[in-house]
């Protein structure tokens, strides 16, 4: 027996399909049940389980994001697999996952997923969290959807950002005790993978699976909107990490972030805006 517990709307709305799809190519057997997880809380539902069914999460970095803060630092005793059918998948392209229909391991990730404190909440996360420009992006995806654009570019806001929209801040980053100021100020992330935004790898020295659970901080600062157009490029594939003069990254344990004005927060593509600050524990 296979319990597949799907997010209908992962995958631009074809959640359940992409479900169905993996379970009719890689079930053995007659025996799937289908579970919409905005229905249930999803870590109640699997340890409700009896023992020998096996539970598969089939959706995005978004319904992976629910998952986690459902769990909330909880610790299953059944095996979750994890099936990608988002449209971004940034999760499954830093667990170096290259076939679409190939299942993850889950039960340690969502587990150990970090904590992110904003606008008085707390937020479990799985790729990463940003103040900046890669919030501005989510916000503007957000809305575009929200008056019914289908498909709203994720770089094609970025891009619009870059030349006139988004306004650089000042900001102090304080990783593990040491605080540092910052100005013109693109953004400040702080990423327990490597990738988010659809494939930007962001935090190219990150490791997901350090047994010191240390998140990757970035900050890209001091940066003209002509150089900070050359960062967002180089950004893609990870080679802005030789641009050492207008690149910042910190590894540690404990981030308390501090910005001048307000803006959009994202963590893992989830939206939240009006942010002066945020503070990350692991």
Known sequence: MTEVIYNPIAGEGRGLEHARAWAKANVQGPDCRFTDITKV???????????????????????LNRLANDVNGRKFTHPVDYVATGSGNDFQ???GISTPDKTIRLNEQVENAP??????????FINGVGLGLDGYCCDSVDE????????PSYIAFAVKGLLRSYIPARAAVTVDGVRTEYSRVWMVSTMKGRYYGGGFKI????????????????????????????FFLMAKNGRHAGL??????????????EFSRPAAMQIDGE????VTGYEVKT
Do not use: W
């Open 41 to 63: 809380s999803a870590f109640d539902h699997i340890e409700s389980l009896p023992e020998g069914v096996r539970a598969v999460i089939a959706g995005g970095d978004g319904t």
């Open 93 to 95: 392209t830093d667990m």
């Open 115 to 124: 904590c992110a404190y904003a606008n008085g909440r707390a937020f479990r």
């Open 144 to 151: 575009a959807r929200r008056k019914g654009k289908k498909k």
């Open 203 to 230: 935090a190219p020295a990150q490791d997901r699976r350090d047994e010191s659970r240390r998140v990757s901080v970035v900050i890209a600062h001091d940066l003209s909107r002509l150089r900070a157009i050359f």
């Open 244 to 257: 050492k003069k207008n690149l910042t990254t910190v590894k540690g344990n404990s981030v308390f972030v």
């Open 271 to 274: 939206v939240l805006r009006d």
